[in-house]
């Protein structure tokens, strides 16, 4: 949905359409009347900063829309958006999240799923991943799912591209974000992988859609949790995502173990190596 220079009516409608609420339910939920609710969608009336916001409360708008809202009808924006860095004790919350969460890896994503932070966890998982994918800002989708990325050596990549799937498009219903849409664009685009997507019923996939990854050490199975912050007010913070990778079986946690054993010996030694020289 295009914000741009568009009146405030027209993105209100737009917004009360797509969370499929008629005007008497808008009007209910936001302690106003149907008749003037159909004036500001008309433009025949003006809303009060006041009523923008209880309106953007009730049709659950995320706050870089709230703030597109505020500025259709006269208003300056509410919500600051600033940098991760300047958002310190939430960037060193999300540190500490992360680094917590070794040796399984964890990244902290923006709205478009780019990687902001990562643990760096279990390296070994990306050693045939293409140079482009990993070069910043990396982008978590596309690594996945890229047929030079992890693509390859995802086991269960029909099942697991299904997920992805169904996560753009409820990302898009809900924030209807161009962002999204041209990534989901993108993936769709890539070969299709052959195999079954639907999701078995036996192990961890009972509950859960797992992500099974073939390394030289096995077959690692991870599942997924998303994380958000509750309540930010500020929009770099309300867009952030932690999406953390639990161990979804023994084996994985013996692999990971094994691995990270391993890249700990070797930058051990590259560390001797740098101090003999």
Not at 109 to 131: E, F, G, K, T
Not at 218 to 225: A, H, I, K, R
Not at 229 to 253: K, Q
Request: aromatic fraction near 6%; hydrophobic fraction near 45%; charge should be neutral.
């Amino acid at each position: 949905m295009n914000t741009h220079q568009l009146p405030f009516g027209v993105l209100l409608r737009r917004w009360r359409q797509r969370r499929r609420m008629t005007q008497m339910d808008l009007a209910a939920a936001a302690d106003s009347s149907t008749r003037h609710l159909s004036c500001l969608e008309t433009g025949r009336a003006q809303p009060s900063a006041e009523m923008v916001m209880r309106l953007a409360e009730r049709l659950e708008i995320p706050l870089r829309d709230r703030n597109a809202l505020l500025l259709a009808a006269g208003f300056a924006p509410a919500f600051a958006e600033r940098s991760l860095a300047e958002l310190t004790s939430a960037h060193r919350a999300i540190e500490q999240i992360l680094e917590a969460h070794k040796p399984y890896p964890a990244f902290a994503v923006d709205r478009h799923w780019d990687i902001v932070l990562s643990n760096s966890a279990l390296p070994q998982l990306y050693v045939d991943c293409s140079p482009e994918l990993l070069r910043r800002p990396v982008n978590a989708i596309r690594l996945m799912l890229h047929p030079f990325g992890l693509a390859p050596r995802i086991v269960n990549l029909a099942e697991w591209r299904a997920h992805i799937v169904a996560v753009l498009r409820q990302q898009i219903e809900a924030r209807a974000d161009s962002g999204a849409q041209a990534l989901l664009a993108e993936i769709m685009a890539y070969p299709a992988p052959t195999g079954d997507a639907a999701a078995s019923s036996e192990g961890p996939q009972r509950y859960a859609t797992p992500l099974r990854i073939a390394t030289g050490a096995g077959v690692v199975s991870f599942l997924s949790t998303t994380t958000i912050f509750g309540t930010p007010t500020d929009v770099t913070l309300s867009e952030l995502a932690l999406e953390m990778l639990f161990p979804a079986d023994e084996e994985t946690v013996a692999i990971a173990r094994k691995l990270t054993a391993e890249e700990a010996a070797r930058l051990e030694r590259e560390r001797a190596l740098v101090g003999a020289r």
